[in-house]
């Protein structure tokens, strides 16, 4: 399978604790791009990646996330303390720079659940 | 700041039916406008990519729009059938090419 990979796909956890999810792009896939996803709404954007670099931050990415893509190749993103209201499904997507059609492709997420 | 826009919220229709779901957004700047099924617990499927110097794509029975200057995307979908059962959502793509998404359209086709 050579589409977006996303680990776990499921997550359960207790509020404070911390969680950490994988993203794997598509190979080649230079820029890579999270989004979460609350029920019976669109996803919204939270930051994206070209190759290591983290260009553009959310404001709703609170000093208790972190994204991170060390070679430029898979993406981790950490949730510090979580709180009920970081229940969501959390989505990685990718596309390759110099594509013109700027397509992006999407992983089957990770849903998260804070109790 | 893009706002994305679809109606109807919910549309329910008799298997066979042609039927049309609708997308706005506030800033024409834009560089595409992608469509995506998304079926219930699950991750995003692109359905359609429409580059801003485009006026439709189609692919099988799937037809969608755009009109950048009325600032508004359609999605035709022709002889629907109950596996269509889903949520549509479109997106506009900008500058940094961050998805801005519109909250959907659950279609249900009745058998």
């Known amino acids: 399978d050579t589409g977006v990979s996303q680990n776990p796909r499921h997550k359960i956890t207790k509020r404070g604790q911390n969680v950490t999810f994988r993203c794997d792009p598509i190979?080649?896939?230079?820029?890579l791009y999270w989004y979460r996803q609350t029920l019976g709404q669109g996803p919204e954007f939270l930051t994206y990646f070209q190759n290591e670099a983290q260009l553009e931050k959310s404001r709703l990415l609170s000093d208790r996330f972190s994204a991170e893509r060390p070679k430029g190749s898979f993406s981790t993103l950490e949730i510090q303390r979580t709180e009920q209201g970081d229940s969501a499904m959390y989505l990685c997507a990718s596309s390759r720079l110099g594509d013109s059609s700027y397509e992006q492709y999407f992983g089957p997420g990770t849903r998260l659940t804070v109790t | 700041k893009q706002e994305v826009t679809q109606i109807p919220a919910a549309l329910s229709v008799p298997e066979g039916e042609n039927l049309v779901l609708n997308c706005s957004f506030t800033d024409s700047a834009i560089y595409n406008l992608q469509w995506f099924r998304q079926d219930p617990g699950k991750g995003l499927t692109s359905l359609l990519l429409?580059?801003?110097?485009?006026r439709e794509q189609t692919s099988g029975r799937l037809n969608a729009s755009l009109d950048k200057s009325s600032g508004r995307s359609t999605l035709y979908i022709a002889a629907s059938q109950p596996g269509d059962s889903a949520t549509y959502l479109c997106a506009a793509g900008g500058a940094t090419n961050k998805l801005i998404f519109g909250t959907g359209t659950l279609l249900a086709v009745q058998p």
């Open positions: 429409i580059q801003s110097s485009q």
């Open positions: 190979s080649e896939h230079n820029r």
